[in-house]
């Protein structure tokens, strides 16, 4: 007997069944169900959304009112994640690092290792980029560990390639559009993806900087005019020692905009010390080295200015400039050629990408620092990065020095240092800060709290940037940097001993202030100092955390 078919799909309700029922024609039948068959299969209903939704809140909840379409020749600038792999057993071996009585206690991975073990498949990272170029899409970056995919593209082939739909919709709090997609992408693509980051801009980055206007502006006790502080004072108050310089160190610094090496220049120049360390900026997407025009420089020009003036004798001090802090932070980390890191940035939240890679830098023995904010909260200076528990956030304090470029006199809590629990309440306390939380500090027993350390953030800094030198400069984002300085600091002297770099601070520094003779030596406690709704008290705290360096006592703690 002759069959026919009848046309039913998994997705879109289309089979090819032989049925027992005389019709006539049934080659034009079957002909048609083949058609239907092939268009399904090339259909987005058969794609796959990354497992990170895209769309923001505003636009799904139809808070953000829908203005027109995206521009379709504007170029956009993307971050693809894939997922990371076994990430119980990185969990299982980032504990086994950091625990001293463990035979692997500090035993870091190299890349190559990290990604055997924890990295995208070389065959799913290998076909996520070939989806991309087929698409029309420019690839600008691979990386080593086979996490994020650098992608640029203009809006109509973005929205060819992920079945989407870039709009400008109008920001809910604030005066401006934003771009966004109508809908979660979809991508015909037979391998996951995790995140695919800069389809919108409703979060715009910020910098933790804050710029005294010259009515108001502290008078310090530093060596830069008008008592301004600069980085050789803050050097000598935190170090005060001449023997460590951070040689044979390098440090990476985390920008989301390019600068000018005339300010750099010019502030070592004018102020010291000699400049020997090489500048060496590094484009991971394809972005602008170069600050003209409109952008502003300070945020960058002072990262390099105080990182370089704690330890005038590393190397090279590596600028990483991306459009998205993920593409900046895997090329940070797999190139791995930089042991202390820094950024002063605040962006949107990305939990799930961004913790991988924090978790791959604490695995490679790399120090992530970051400014905790300068609005009192983590809510209002805007929550990120700075809640993760896997890297160090460093809170502000108002310092004084016996004398311009002299020893460390007192230090308190800044006013304006951000502190507090975690508002991602899915970021949970880590087990080597639960001792630390008291009635006192008003600290979470069931969040993470921030910050973790603080160093020099009073607007009494003094910096050379945009062209010229000004004073009254200050916020978090100093801390940040003079910490990494620091912490180079803490690395020569480990290589030279022959013994492995510092590496996530946050396990060794809490597991030393736990002994109370210890931490009296080796960090300075401030105890008093309100920011917002915690204050400054003895010990740990929500403002200063567990307080700033202690000179050569704490590298040596650091580094036996």
């Not at 002299?406 to 508002?423: D, H, I, N, Q, V």
């Not at 480990?494 to 946050?506: I, M, S």
Request: charged share 15%.
């Amino acid at each position: 007997m002759p069959s026919v078919h009848r046309q039913i799909n998994v997705a879109k309700g289309i089979f090819c069944m032989p049925t027992v029922k005389k019709v006539t024609a049934p080659l034009r039948r079957l002909a048609t169900c083949l058609a239907a068959l092939s268009a399904a299969a090339a259909s987005p209903a058969l794609a796959k959304a990354p497992l990170v939704t895209e769309v923001p809140a505003a636009v799904t909840s139809h808070r953000a009112q829908f203005v027109h379409a995206a521009d379709a020749g504007r170029v956009l600038r993307l971050a693809v994640a894939l997922p990371m792999r076994n990430q119980d057993a990185l969990d299982a071996l980032l504990r086994d690092l950091y625990s001293p009585a463990s035979p692997n206690y500090k035993h870091y991975l190299s890349v190559a290792e990290f990604t055997e073990r924890f990295g995208p498949t070389a065959s799913d990272y290998a076909a996520a980029v070939a989806f991309f170029k087929a698409q029309g899409l420019t690839v600008t970056a691979t990386a080593a560990n086979r996490y994020i995919i650098d992608v640029t593209g203009k809006v109509a082939d973005v929205e060819r390639a992920l079945n989407v739909k870039l709009g400008m919709y109008k920001h809910p709090t604030q005066n401006r559009l934003f771009i966004a997609p109508d809908r979660e992408p979809q991508l015909a693509l037979n391998v996951d993806v995790q995140q695919i980051i800069g389809l919108d801009d409703f979060v715009l980055p910020t910098t933790r900087l804050k710029h005294a206007p010259a009515s108001s502006r502290a008078s310090g006790t530093g060596s830069g005019p008008s008592g301004n502080f600069l980085g050789s004072d803050i050097r000598a108050a935190y170090y005060g020692g001449t023997a460590l310089t951070g040689t044979g160190q390098s440090i990476g610094l985390m920008e989301l905009e390019g600068y000018n090496i005339t300010d750099i220049d010019n502030y070592f120049t004018k102020y010291g010390p000699k400049l020997t360390a090489t500048i060496k900026g590094i484009s991971t997407d394809g972005s602008s080295l170069s600050c003209t025009g409109k952008c502003d420089d300070s945020e960058q020009a002072l990262d390099v200015e105080y990182a370089i003036s704690m330890a005038p004798g590393i190397s090279t001090m590596y600028i990483y400039v991306a459009n998205t802090a993920e593409s900046v932070l895997n090329r940070m980390v797999s190139d791995n050629s930089s042991k202390q890191l820094s950024t002063s940035w605040g962006w949107n939240e990305s939990f799930a990408t961004d913790d991988a890679i924090f978790k791959e830098m604490a695995a490679q023995g790399q120090t992530m620092l970051t400014a905790s904010g300068d609005d009192s909260s983590l809510s209002a200076s805007g929550p990120w990065p700075e809640e993760d528990a896997n890297l160090t956030a460093v809170g502000g304090t108002d310092l004084t020095t016996v004398s311009a470029g002299g020893a460390w006199s007192k230090e308190t809590g800044w006013s304006s240092s951000a502190g507090g629990p975690s508002t991602d309440k899915t970021i949970l306390i880590p087990s080597w800060q639960k001792s630390f939380v008291t009635t006192a500090n008003k600290g979470s027993t069931t969040l993470r709290n921030v910050p973790d350390i603080a160093g020099d953030a009073n607007l009494d800094n003094y910096i050379c940037a945009d062209g010229s030198c000004t004073g009254g400069y200050g916020g978090t984002s100093f801390a940040s940097p003079i910490w990494a300085g620091f912490i180079a600091l803490a690395n020569q002297q480990a290589a030279a001993n022959g013994k492995p770099a510092v590496g996530f601070l946050n396990p060794t520094i809490y597991g030393l202030a736990g002994n109370a003779t210890t931490y009296a030596s080796i960090l300075h406690d401030e105890t008093s100092g309100t920011s917002g709704k915690y204050s400054a008290v003895a010990g740990f705290d929500l403002v200063t955390g567990l307080g700033s360096p202690h000179g050569q006592a704490l590298l040596n703690a650091l580094a036996p």
